[in-house]
């Protein structure tokens, strides 16, 4: 694909705005949804149907679209930060089939759900560009061999550490193991200005976050929650090392109310100079790095793959797909402004502007953004590595069970062979095939 001048994010934006005004009713021709979604065609206003922006970008993206395109506005419609609470209220959107969602930003991991349920439109494969994305994000937005997502972001956990501490400490390098780390933790800790700093911190609360944790710390011991064959498999060791690391973690190295935090709570610790090492997604490197004041460890910090029990560990695939409900209208509209938002031009300005991860590969090795966001490398190899969490047509349920148990097991609520085997026992019926 050509590639644009580094210009004003917002002036790209506009740009290819413009340049898609010229598309006309063919792009809207889509075939019928694979999930009785009627096809794609019909012209005029839309809504974007998204979590709450933390980045304060996505409204000029929009703006970027509404410039050129005087009878489809979109109107953003932002949802709660949670994820549990976005999935809830798309879910009953659909169950009442209004047309009041037209775009939906999904988390990667409900596109089983949404479409096995058939509130998704089928998206036509030869009227999105998918060559130019990174492969394990495309894999996303498809259920049975049918496209009904477009990879919009997307996300793998890195680990965030303050390199000035490492490096007063005489540390020349972040850790690669667990022990490592705490290696490290115990040497910055001896340090005049870090005696009273935390070690780590992931998210162990009981939300979506603490899947996350879940999936990243059994599968970098070596193990999964679903297994190959698609049934649960909590009863082996590598399970038990997984839940036993996030255990001790929470008991000696984390913060004391880290069962509190969320994924912005985190970030604002990380940013108040108050943890060594973070398990964080990218978003929250632009906004650590800014000079404006409101963090103390701008300049100061690197990121690095995650650690694992023997040598590096395992990422969870993150991210967000936009699809179409089944029950919008105008659908040739929402098809080109999907088009629009995932597009290079559109995720270079986004890039830029949020630190949010991109899904098309090219713009992880272009050197002006390496230069920028020197962590890109570190990311896409994050990526390809990643792995995902459990795909569920029941994934509320299954998301449920796991952070329940996980909970238990993290709060010291229950023994880990005692919350281990009750998830396995919760999990058998939701996956049965």
């Known amino acids: 694909m050509r590639r644009i001048p580094l210009i004003g994010a917002t002036a790209v934006c506009a740009a290819v705005a413009l340049s898609l005004s010229a598309c006309g009713g063919d792009d809207g021709g889509g075939t019928a949804g694979g999930a009785g979604a009627a096809a794609l065609d019909g012209r005029g206003p839309i809504t974007f149907v998204t979590g709450k922006d933390r980045s304060g970008y996505l409204q000029k993206q929009v703006d970027g679209w509404n410039a050129g395109h005087a009878k489809e506005q979109v109107r953003v ?9 976005q999935r809830q209220q798309m879910i009953q959107n659909a169950t009442t089939k209004s047309d009041a969602y037209s775009v939906l930003n999904l988390d990667v991991v409900w596109t089983a759900e949404f479409a096995a349920n058939r509130w998704l439109s089928e998206l036509p494969k030869d009227k999105v560009e998918l060559s130019e994305m990174l492969p394990a994000t495309i894999t996303t937005g498809q259920y049975r061999d049918r496209l009904y997502a477009v990879p919009s972001t997307s996300d793998a956990g890195m680990l965030y550490y303050r390199k000035d501490l490492l490096d007063k400490a005489g540390i020349s390098a972040p850790p690669k193991t667990y022990d490592e780390m705490w290696d490290a933790c115990e040497k910055v800790r001896k340090l005049p200005d ?5 070690c780590f911190f992931t998210e162990v609360n009981k939300t979506e976050s603490m899947t996350i944790s879940a999936v990243e710390a059994i599968g970098g011991a070596g193990g999964a929650i679903i297994g190959e064959d698609g049934k649960p498999a909590l009863n082996t060791p590598q399970a038990k090392q997984g839940v036993e690391f996030l255990v001790d973690a929470k008991k000696r190295h984390m913060p004391k109310e880290a069962v509190t935090l969320d994924t912005e709570g985190g970030r604002r610790y990380f940013q108040s100079g108050k943890l060594v090492f973070q398990r964080q997604w990218p978003y929250q490197y632009a906004l650590a790095d800014s000079d404006d004041g409101s963090s103390k460890v701008a300049g100061k910090f ?3 793959p995650l650690p694992g029990p023997d040598g590096p560990g395992v990422a969870n695939l993150g991210g967000h797909n936009l699809a179409i409900s089944a029950f919008a209208e105008n659908k040739a509209t929402s098809l ?12 270079r300005a986004n890039l830029l502007a949020t630190s949010q991860a991109p899904t098309v590969a090219a713009l992880y090795d272009d050197p002006e953004m390496v230069k920028k966001f020197p962590y890109l490398p570190v990311l896409k190899q994050a990526i390809a590595n990643a792995t995902p969490r459990p795909v569920a047509v029941k994934y509320g349920d299954v998301t449920a069970a796991i952070q329940g148990e996980m909970y238990d097991a993290v709060t010291g609520k229950k023994p880990v062979d005692q919350a281990l085997s009750d998830l396995q026992a919760e999990l058998q019926p939701l996956t049965a095939q």
Do not use: C, H, M, W
């Open 77 to 85: 419609i932002e949802l709660p930060d949670e994820p549990n609470d």
């Open 194 to 198: 870090a005696k009273d700093i935390d």
């Open 302 to 304: 690197a990121v690095a």
């Open 336 to 347: 080109d402004f999907i088009r629009y938002l995932t597009g290079e031009q559109s995720q």
